[in-house]
Antibody, heavy 119, light 107 residues
Framework: QVQLVQSGAEVKKPGSSVKVSCKASGGSFSSYAIGWVRQAPGRGLEWMGG????????NYAQNFQGRVTITADKSTTTAYMELSSLRSEDTAVYYC????????????WGRGTLVTVSS | EIVMTQSPATLSVSPGERATLSCRAS??????LAWYQQKPGQAPRLLIY???TRATGIPARFSGSGSGTEFTLTISSLQSEDFAVYYC?????????FGGGTKMEIK
């Protein structure tokens, strides 16, 4: 059973960048897709984008185009999500999630990483 | 982008009762519809995919139905651990989109 372990909470200044990691263990990382979903405080879920590590192919939500970069390191079975030009509205919990069928369906989720953007 | 609309926003139900949650898509998503459960401070958990297939380990009291644009999640007899927020998500088209959620609370 694959497990996803995310990096710890971050506090960032407006205008800076944050990079969140998501390490997969217990499965064949490369054959899956990894998606990133965020949740602002008290709000719903918002898909940001995803990657298929085997091919390095990425797909981003238009809302984040140009600000988000998703990468993966097959050697360490770790995916990364970097969000730049941070603003207060980016304060949220950022989840990585496993899409084992590369279909957009998230069957396993990480525990989330809280990113707080504050001056 | 496909807009997913869930109703009601909040549902008050007594333990042991049946609960029915609705999800509507702005255009057809075929059967590519999932339901997730989220408890406070936790990540979402996959309950249903393909509109009606329970994910591994999900109790039989959870059932999903529908296709096209109208979907329903039914919990046949609510247990205390079922009080949570439920989200639907379409994975028929990119970008992937979620509904706004239905909060299930104890009556």
């Amino acid at each position: 059973q694959v497990q996803l372990v995310q990096s710890g909470a971050e506090v960032k200044k407006p205008g800076s960048s944050v990079k969140v990691s998501c390490k997969a263990s217990g499965g064949s990382f490369s054959s899956y897709a990894i998606g990133w979903v965020r949740q602002a405080p008290g709000r719903g879920l918002e898909w940001m984008g995803g990657i298929i590590p085997m091919f390095g192919r990425t797909n981003y939500a238009q809302n984040f185009q140009g600000r988000v970069t998703i990468t993966a390191d097959k050697s360490t079975t770790t995916a990364y999500m970097e969000l730049s030009s941070l603003r207060s509205e980016d304060t949220a919990v950022y989840y990585c999630a496993l899409d084992s069928g590369s279909s957009g369906l998230f069957d396993i989720w990480g525990r989330g990483t809280l990113v707080t953007v504050s001056s | 982008e496909i807009v997913m609309t869930q109703s009601p926003a909040t549902l008050s139900v007594s333990p042991g009762e049946r609960a029915t949650l609705s999800c509507r898509a702005s255009q057809s998503v075929s059967s590519n519809l999932a339901w997730y459960q989220q408890k406070p401070g936790q990540a979402p958990r996959l309950l249903i995919y393909g509109a009606s297939t329970r994910a591994t380990g999900i109790p039989a009291r959870f059932s999903g139905s529908g296709s096209g644009t109208e979907f329903t999640l039914t919990i046949s007899s609510l247990q205390s651990e079922d009080f949570a927020v439920y989200y639907c998500q379409q994975y028929n088209n990119w970008p992937l989109t979620f509904g706004g959620g239905t909060k299930m609370e104890i009556k």
